[in-house]
């Protein structure tokens, strides 16, 4: 019998970081990690009661990359 699952194959599991961590991996500092969490850009995972965990997977999808004007 075969279920069918809502995850696609494509999907990776989760890489949950501290704030900290997400942090160094984008090479900011943890307020503006903060700052896009509490805007709704970043989702956040809570941890207990007060630890929050990020997803580098989300993170690396709210990274935006600037076009460049001098390609045609």
């Not at 599991?13 to 090479?27: F, G, N, W």
């Amino acid at each position: 019998m075969t279920r069918n699952l809502a995850v696609s194959e494509t999907a990776r599991p989760r890489r949950l970081a501290t704030i900290a961590d997400a942090a160094e991996y984008a090479a900011c500092s943890h307020k503006t990690i903060r700052r896009r969490v509490a805007d709704g850009t970043l989702p956040a995972y809570r941890f207990g009661k007060r630890a929050l965990r990020i997803d580098l997977n989300e993170l690396d999808r709210a990274l935006r990359k600037i076009p460049n004007a001098g390609r045609l």
